[in-house]
């Protein structure tokens, strides 16, 4: 049902792959009942709540407009999520799955070294970036400058998202480090940390000025750093 995908109905919903998700004909009245359907709705509601979301944000992002942009009757968004605070934790969670899935594609590629896996990382990023003109920056990211304004619960789902792609980054980081590729004083879960929020803010940079620039001098610093 999710085979993977480069484009979601031809367009991508952010700076990273997104799986397919099959166009569904829903008539009028309650959504079907069937199971199947009910979860290709739900998956669907989550990959056009993400576009929306990394163009708008989420207090500017309304249940009506996600469910008629998904093809899914007015008023039946609640069939599928509880309330929009739930809503957007499953959309946290999706969107973390698909970035990890991203991350490992660089991080375990063994035919590189660390700092090479690294590099394709940001490489890979800045051009889905590109793509669509930079309109497009990270969920998470997004989210966290309008933490104030939403539910106390995704503060921390937020900062265990970052933990979780700084631990990814220290364990790339150790093993340059074991191949002598970096110094062996370098604190590594520090420099991981620095990477993560030295690229947020590359990001939103590159996303308010709809260039790459950004990207590419936060690169060149953070590995040149790293060198023995």
């Not at 979601?8 to 199947?36: C, E, F, N, V, W």
């Not at 889905?128 to 503060?155: I, Q, S, T, W």
């Not at 996303?207 to 750093?225: S, V």
Request: with cysteine.
């Amino acid at each position: 049902m999710q085979e993977k995908s480069l484009e979601l109905l031809d367009d991508r919903i952010y700076y990273i792959h997104m799986p397919r998700i099959t166009a569904i004909k829903q008539g009028r009245g309650r959504p079907s009942k069937s199971a199947q359907q009910v979860e290709e709705n739900r998956q669907r509601l989550l990959s056009i709540g993400a576009a929306l979301l990394t163009r708008k944000g989420f207090g500017a992002t309304g249940l009506d407009e996600v469910a008629k942009q998904a093809g899914l009757p007015k008023g039946s968004f609640y069939a599928y999520f509880d309330s929009k605070e739930a809503f957007g934790l499953a959309l946290i969670d999706s969107y973390a799955r698909f970035f990890n899935d991203m991350l490992d594609r660089s991080y375990l590629n063994k035919t590189r070294t660390p700092l090479a896996r690294i590099s394709d990382f940001i490489m890979e990023a800045r051009f889905n970036m590109a793509k669509y003109d930079f309109n497009r920056g990270c969920l998470v990211g997004n989210l966290g400058m309008e933490v104030y304004a939403l539910p106390g619960v995704f503060r921390q789902r937020l900062v265990d998202v970052f933990c979780e792609w700084q631990h990814k980054t220290e364990t790339c980081l150790l093993a340059a480090q074991a191949q002598g590729e970096i110094a062996q004083d370098i604190d590594c879960a520090a420099r991981a940390e620095l990477f993560w929020i030295g690229w947020e803010g590359a990001i939103l940079r590159a996303k308010l000025e709809r260039r790459a620039a950004p990207i590419d001098a936060f690169k060149a610093d953070f590995l040149a750093n790293l060198k023995v």
